[in-house]
């Protein structure tokens, strides 16, 4: 289906469900999989994920549906979509461009990481990935990444230059289905297992459930409060796909009579239910075989070494809930980063005024090159960097350190300035509001974005570059 803007044809999503599973597909990334249950298993479990759901539904769905909104205002991509809003805002439309740009590269060189390990699972060999130094050797070997790399990005690729309803679209509604079944097959199968351990100890699968969902206030204090809302907080990005330019890119691709009211909703519950599910999938699981130590991985090192060694744990049936669990990451990897590569392309193809197959080569080469180069960082070009937030890192945990910590707050306080005090509210209620929709958290919409937000964004910025050190 086609709409128009200054006299150009522009795609959009053929309904409500094509546009809530692409951006629900978006949201179901690597970000949900190996770090919320981690922050849950930090947080106070089910303290953390009560904090998590109250954030989701008045925080997080404040940016979420400015940003949609925003998207089908304008119908343009992110770098054009602010300076159109009022003049001037070119520089958060150039932020907000930069951010996927520089995500794009380092998270196909990981969806190279989840297709190696896939591989290894579906041919049987998942035990050998369970060995100390799998995961290292692999990494830091000089061509093997680079072609798992290559490859994650020419799927990605082709997807995008399908276009919004041949591409996006049609593989969402393929893609988020067998991604959803998967996620409750193995979530159920976590929850069925036992194990005793070398010192006589019987865990259960049910037992690592009660650690996830009771919230454990044992020793929080304020400031252990504070760090739980700060970490559900900057969850939420990842949850969300939000201050990453996705959602007003696929905001752009939803037609003019479409209910923004009903798809926002939908996509927030849909999100909040695959993130709370990705800890039902993980926690028992490690708790069961692992303990409560460990529950302290996260990253990499959770879903590259923690989680082999519990799938070879588990005997034969190891095999076969690795390579299921692993396709169920490569699909969420895979949805993830083609929004990531939409919110770039829409820009270009806005912005420079080219075609759909020019911005994708003009991307795909960028982060090529990009990519190439993270993958370098792990065995030629080494190095380590202590970053401002303590932690030490090497290219890949550079460039997501400045996207995530740095620019994504950035983007979200400058649209909640933009929105709140600049063009007011009521600039994007309007447009929610234009076919009768009942916008029932309206003044929850206003009071957000105009106070709450902001001073919440940045406390999480401060926090996240170091600033309050003492926090």
Request: proline fraction near 4%.
């Amino acid at each position: 289906m086609e709409n128009t803007q200054n006299s150009k044809p522009r795609n959009t999503f053929s309904g409500s469900i094509g546009f809530v599973l692409a951006a629900a597909g978006s949201a179901v990334g690597l970000g949900n999989i190996w770090r919320f249950p981690y922050l849950a298993a930090k947080d106070g479990g089910g303290l953390f994920v009560l904090v998590y759901i109250i954030l989701a539904l008045t925080f997080g769905f404040t940016l979420l549906t400015a940003e949609v909104a925003i998207g089908r205002n304008t119908k343009l991509g992110p770098l054009s979509a602010y300076s159109k809003i009022k003049e001037g805002w070119k520089p958060l439309g150039i932020l907000s461009c930069l951010v996927p740009i520089i995500i794009m590269p380092y998270y196909c060189v990981i969806g190279g990481w989840v297709l190696k390990y896939f591989i290894v699972f579906v041919s049987g060999q998942g035990l050998a990935s369970a060995q100390d130094g799998f995961f290292t050797s692999f990494i830091t070997a000089q061509y093997e990444p680079i072609y798992m790399t290559v490859f994650f990005l020419i799927a990605v690729a082709l997807i995008v230059y399908l276009g919004v309803n041949r591409g996006i679209e049609a593989s969402s509604k393929i893609v988020m289905p067998i991604l959803l079944l998967l996620v409750i097959v193995i979530s159920i199968f976590s929850l069925t297992i036992k194990f005793t351990g070398e010192d006589g100890v019987t865990r259960s699968g049910l037992q690592g459930l009660k650690v996830y969902v009771v919230p454990n206030v044992k020793g929080i204090g304020v400031k252990g409060f504070f760090t739980v809302v700060m970490d559900a907080m900057g969850q939420l990005f990842y949850s969300l796909s939000i201050a990453m330019g996705i959602m007003v890119a696929y905001g752009s691709y939803v037609e003019d009579n479409g209910n923004l009211v009903k798809s926002i909703n939908r996509i927030e519950f849909f999100d909040t239910l695959v993130a709370i599910l990705a800890g039902v999938m993980i926690i028992p699981a490690v708790f069961t075989f692992m303990g409560a130590e460990g529950m302290k991985a996260s990253g990499p090192s959770l879903m590259f070494i923690s989680l082999p060694k519990v799938f070879a744990a588990m005997g034969p049936i190891g095999n076969f809930i690795g390579a299921a669990f692993f396709l169920m990451v490569f699909f969420a990897a895979l949805s993830s980063a083609v929004s990531v590569m939409e919110a770039i392309v829409s820009s270009f193809i806005d912005e420079f005024k080219i075609s759909r197959i020019k911005a994708t080569t003009i991307e795909t080469v960028i982060a090529l090159i990009v990519g190439i180069f993270v993958c370098f960082g792990y065995n030629i070009w080494y190095f380590e960097l202590k970053l401002p937030n303590g932690s030490v890192g090497q290219l890949l945990d550079i460039m997501d350190y400045v996207s995530n910590n740095v620019f994504m707050p950035i983007v979200a306080i400058a649209t909640c300035i933009l929105i709140g005090w600049i063009v007011k509210p009521q600039y994007l209620i309007n447009e929610i509001e234009k076919n009768g929709e009942i916008f029932r958290r309206k003044q929850l919409f206003v009071v957000m974005i105009k106070y709450v937000a902001p001073v919440m964004l940045l406390v999480l910025f401060l926090k996240s570059t170091g600033v309050f050190t003492f926090i």
